[in-house]
């Protein structure tokens, strides 16, 4: 049965693009679910969304760190009596530090909060959507997905992004008929409180303000390409340029600049 309204669930729905999504999708008519770990952000959030758009927004905090917080939020979800027609996997963070002096821990809340979680929402999500033969998947990937991992620190975001890219095509192609549109998003520099997060802000900063986008701009990009059934949007065309230039750059010289980079050590 296709529902008057539709209802939008949004992971990381605190702060930057995953808080613009949620007003891009309410501005659209979509109901939607805001799910974050600062439930104080989420009720600000859903009550500037509810008196300025005329939907209802629902709070429900969660940390995806946690193994078992995508099943409980999706049996909380079903216990509201609410379905999920279009779900954004937005969550997510950078991590410094070279692979082997981080903690394992950070390691696997990170790979849970990015990647299994991801996964787990989609794989519990999907089936209502091809029931009622219509839903929308957005994954934020990232600009990094398209890049070789050349990092030295912040050593999963990258592997971890590809990941998001290559899972949201698959995807696409496997709902292919099914009425489920399914895209990969993919900002590159894009003013959030990610590299704030991250403790980066100072270098960020000296960054030309021409590789930087705003969260809202992203969001739309991406709420565009999944209503026209776009497998991948790469924000912006600085984000597209440079998404292609690891595909015409050979990777010995690529791994030279790396090495320049970290001061040539062997
Ligand atoms: N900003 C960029 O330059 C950029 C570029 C490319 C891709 N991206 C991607 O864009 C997505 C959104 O990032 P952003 O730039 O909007 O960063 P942000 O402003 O820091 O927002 C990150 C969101 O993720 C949530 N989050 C973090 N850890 C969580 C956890 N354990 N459980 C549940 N939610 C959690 C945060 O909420 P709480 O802290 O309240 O939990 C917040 O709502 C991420 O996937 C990021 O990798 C960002």
Redesign the pocket.
């Known amino acids: 049965m296709i529902h008057e309204r539709h209802t939008a669930l949004i992971?990381?729905?605190?702060?930057?693009?995953?808080?613009?999504f949620a007003r891009v999708f309410a501005e659209n008519g979509f109901d939607v679910i805001l799910?974050?770990?600062?439930e104080d952000?989420?009720v600000t959030l859903a009550n500037e969304i509810e008196s300025r758009y005329g939907v209802s927004a629902y709070v429900i905090?969660?940390?995806?760190?946690?193994p078992a917080?995508p099943q409980r939020l999706y049996d909380e979800i079903a216990a509201r009596g609410l379905d999920v027609d279009a779900l954004i996997?937005?969550?997510?963070?950078?991590v410094q530090g070279n692979f082997d002096e981080v903690d394992w821990q950070v390691h696997a809340?990170f790979m849970?909060?990015?990647s299994t979680?991801l996964l787990q929402l989609t794989h519990l999500f999907l089936p209502h959507m091809k029931t009622q033969k219509f839903g929308w998947i957005l994954n934020?990937?990232?600009?990094?997905g398209y890049l070789p991992g050349l990092s030295s620190g912040a050593t999963l975001?990258t592997p971890v992004?590809a990941f998001v890219v290559k899972f949201s095509q698959a995807l696409w192609t496997e709902c292919r008929g099914t009425g489920v549109h399914v895209t990969g998003?993919?900002?590159?520099?894009?003013?959030?409180?990610?590299?704030?997060?991250l403790d980066n802000r100072a270098d960020?900063d000296k960054l030309p303000k021409l590789f930087w986008m705003n969260?809202e701009t992203?969001a739309q990009q991406g709420f565009d390409a999944v209503m026209r059934d776009k497998p991948i949007v790469i924000n912006g065309w600085v984000n597209r340029v440079l998404s292609i230039l690891p595909r015409i750059i050979p990777e010995t010289v690529l791994f030279g600049i790396a090495d320049w980079k970290n001061g040539g050590k062997k």
């Not at 799910?35 to 600062?38: D, H, I, L, Q, S």
């Not at 905090?61 to 946690?66: A, F, K, T, W, Y």
């Not at 996997?89 to 950078?94: I, S």
Request: with cysteine; glycine share 10%.
């Open positions: 992971t990381g729905a605190s702060a930057g693009i995953g808080a613009a799910t974050a770990r600062r952000m989420l905090p969660e940390d995806l760190s946690d917080a996997n937005n969550a997510g963070y950078g809340d849970a909060v990015l979680s934020v990937a990232s600009l990094a975001y992004k998003v993919c900002p590159g520099f894009t003013y959030s409180e990610f590299h704030d997060v960020m969260a992203v």
